[in-house]
């Protein structure tokens, strides 16, 4: 069901990519190659560097494209008190997590929303050991912030809401580039 779900939004996402994007002028400068115009100014529109980050700790009436367009270096700052709000209302039971965070260290960790990655450790999002060292195709990474939110100091409180049960994509991963299996 939940896969079935994001088929339908990917196909909306490239459908409508597609549909803005191709046009009967192709730019060339007559030689073969384009006329880019980089001038003017750009602006961040959204990050998600944690999946469901900005979903879950940003509730509705909170300024969601704030926190999108927010410079990573002063989201903690800004964002670390209504995450561990947040938080605290969605699991008034939190003490400490299995990283060992209580709330505020936790919701700090989470409101910087930029993924970390290591050049020495194994790429991971979390495998018991490594902790937020990059994030690998295969990561839960639903699951893994479902245990820090929900599964206490051990990982093993409430084990009704530590996964979302999609324990596998519906097609493996290749074993070269670019490891995605192709589309449906």
Request: proline share 3%; hydrophobic share 40%; net charge negative.
């Amino acid at each position: 069901m939940k896969t079935n779900k994001f088929k339908i939004i990917a196909v909306a996402l490239v459908s409508a990519f597609f549909s803005v994007n191709c046009d009967n002028n192709d730019d060339n400068g007559g030689d073969g190659t384009q006329n880019i115009d980089f001038s003017g100014t750009y602006v961040q529109q959204d990050q998600m560097a944690r999946p469901a980050i900005n979903t879950v700790f940003i509730a509705s009436g909170q300024p969601k494209d704030d926190f999108n367009a927010a410079i990573p270096s002063a989201m903690g700052s800004k964002y670390q008190s209504i995450f561990q709000s947040r938080l605290m209302a969605l699991n008034a039971g939190y003490t400490t997590n299995a990283l060992g965070q209580d709330a505020a260290a936790f919701t700090g960790l989470l409101s910087t929303d930029v993924l970390n990655v290591s050049k020495t450790a194994k790429t991971t999002f979390f495998d018991g050991t490594n902790v937020l060292t990059g994030r690998a195709l295969a990561d839960d990474v639903i699951d893994v912030e479902l245990l820090l939110i929900f599964g206490g100091p051990m990982g093993t409180s409430n084990s009704g809401l530590t996964s979302d049960h999609v324990d596998a994509n519906d097609k493996a991963f290749t074993a070269s580039f670019p490891y995605l299996a192709a589309a449906w």
